[in-house]
């Protein structure tokens, strides 16, 4: 019978935002399995019209500085852990989903993933109702899948 590695693969979805942050601070200071594979990844949306307002040069930018954004948490775990720099990998999904949350399930699904860890920032119950929670969504959504919440700011 062949050993199974110790390790898993655990999907990270990230933007450039204080939840983010958060969940690569925790990732940093969690003792998790040293062979574990992380997938940094960052899902684009189609934009909104306020978006689309900001112009061509913004809009043109945006991919530069997400990958820029998920090789700095990527160089973190590197450095700051001491994780094998060929268990991280980076991947900026250009194409653009109606939602972030259509995106990452959509890319969970395609990879070979044991566990989604995303960052969530602190709500009131009124964000909560009128933006919705991506979090409980992803929940629902992948209902057999070990799901990490970390609530950050």
Do not use: W
């Not at 954004?69 to 852990?81: I, P, S």
């Not at 094998?84 to 939602?99: C, H, N």
Request: neutral net charge.
């Amino acid at each position: 019978m062949e050993d199974k590695a110790l390790g898993f693969s655990i999907l990270v979805p990230l933007n450039d935002s204080v939840s983010s942050r958060g969940l690569v601070n925790f990732l940093i200071n969690m003792s998790i399995c040293a062979d574990s594979e992380i997938t940094f990844v960052h899902i684009f949306r189609k934009p909104s019209s306020g978006e689309e307002l900001m112009g061509k040069k913004f809009m043109g930018e945006l991919p530069v500085r997400m990958q820029e954004m998920l090789e700095k948490a990527r160089q973190r775990l590197v450095e700051e852990k001491g994780f094998d720099p060929g268990k991280i990998r980076v991947e900026l999904v250009q194409e653009p989903y109606p939602t972030i949350t259509e995106g990452i399930i959509d890319y969970y699904n395609q990879g070979n993933f044991d566990m989604l860890m995303i960052g969530r920032k602190k709500m009131s119950k009124q964000e909560e109702f009128v933006l919705g929670d991506i979090s409980i969504k992803l929940i629902r959504a992948l209902g057999k899948t070990a799901v990490l919440v970390v609530k950050t700011g």
